[in-house]
Each structure stands twice: as C-alpha cells, then as structure tokens.
Nanobody, 121 residues
C-alpha cells in the first residue's frame, strides 16, 4: 500500500518560515520525481516545486523561487519543502506527490492527504 504522509504545516506570521516533510512508503522512492502542490479554498490545485530522483535537479513556480527550497533524502524516503519569507497568499493545503515530473497534477500518480499552511498578515 502506497502512503505519502505530510507533516509540518501550521500557522505562521507573514515573513516567517515553515518546513514541510513527506514520508513515502510502499513504492521505490528513488525511482520517482517528487512534487509539492498546494490548493487554496475555491482554487485549483497548483504546482509549487518538484525534484528529480537524485535531488540534483529541482524547479519551482515563479512565486516560490528564492523563498522555497525542495530537497529529498532517499535513505529516509522523505521529501522536504522549506518555506521562507512566507506571505498570506501562500496560505493553502500543501500536498506532496510522487510521479514522473513536470508541473501538471496529471503527471503524479500518488498523493498525500495534505497539510494546512496558514500565513497571517
């Protein structure tokens, strides 16, 4: 059974930082790109960041560049998202996903249940 379990969400003031983690089980982690997506109330799920199998290549949505960092530890089957300089518009449920890369949700086969991030102004 494939499981992706996110943690680390919470409430933070604008300008603050949060670190998200996602532990993956039930699939060959090193064979998958890992991505982070988010969904705000009333909006579609959107791409945030992704990282290739080795961790040597990553890419971000424009609004996350310079503020967010995605990383992975293949020995721990875990992907991370460090978020700095948070803004109220970053408020959303954040999901990790395993798949074959890119920014489209259709490129990812497996999803976590999500963790809430709320940034107060």
């Amino acid at each position: 059974q494939v499981q992706l379990v996110e943690s680390g969400g919470g409430l933070v003031q604008a300008g603050g930082s949060l670190g998200l983690s996602c532990v993956v089980s039930g699939l060959p982690f090193v064979h998958y790109y890992m991505g982070w997506f988010r969904q705000a109330p009333g909006k579609e799920r959107e791409f945030v960041a992704a990282i290739n199998w080795s961790g040597g290549s990553s890419y971000y949505r424009d609004s996350a560049k310079g503020r967010f960092t995605i990383s992975r530890d293949n020995a721990k089957n875990t992907v991370y998202l460090q978020m700095n300089s948070l803004k109220p518009e970053d408020t959303a449920v954040y999901f990790c996903a395993a798949g074959f890369g890119g920014s489209a949700t259709s490129h990812y086969n497996y999803w976590g249940q999500g963790t809430q991030v709320t940034v107060s102004s």
